[in-house]
């Protein structure tokens, strides 16, 4: 499924969206306009540098931000909920740059 497998990334120890999250979160808006049924849970992760604590806060941060996007393009916020893993559930774990990127996101998972 496309709308889970879309990654919204973010910039080292931010949770600003970027205009690519945005673009992506249109589009994930469009999805759950047109799939009224749906819930979503948004996942917020980060890459392994930092605390734990302040992984899993800045992990809250993004699933928060990308939460706020989609409701202030019209998706309630009753059918969004958020979950912060900070370093906890990488995509990759190899250390590299590449690696950090793939890893600092917000994932959306059907529910």
């Given amino acids: ?3 889970e497998n879309q990654n919204i990334h973010f910039e080292y120890d931010s949770d600003v969206l970027t205009a ?4 992506l979160l249109k589009e ?13 849970l948004i996942e917020g992760h980060c ?3 930092g605390t734990t604590e302040y992984n899993l ?3 809250e941060r993004r699933a928060t931000a990308a939460k706020a ?10 059918r969004l ?4 893993y900070g370093e906890e559930k990488p995509l990759d774990t190899s250390g590299t740059e590449e690696a950090y ?3 600092r996101r917000a994932q959306f998972v059907l529910q």
Avoid: T
């Avoid at 690519?20 to 673009?23: F, G, R, Y």
């Fill in 69 to 78: 996007y989609l409701v202030n393009l019209g998706v309630a916020a009753s």
């Fill in 57 to 59: 806060a800045l992990g």
């Fill in 20 to 23: 690519m999250a945005k673009q």
């Fill in 47 to 49: 890459d392994e540098r």
């Fill in 101 to 103: 990127r793939k890893n």
């Fill in 81 to 84: 909920d958020i979950i912060s």
């Fill in 1 to 3: 499924n496309r709308f």
């Fill in 28 to 40: 994930k808006a469009a999805w759950l306009m047109a799939n009224s049924g749906v819930s979503v």
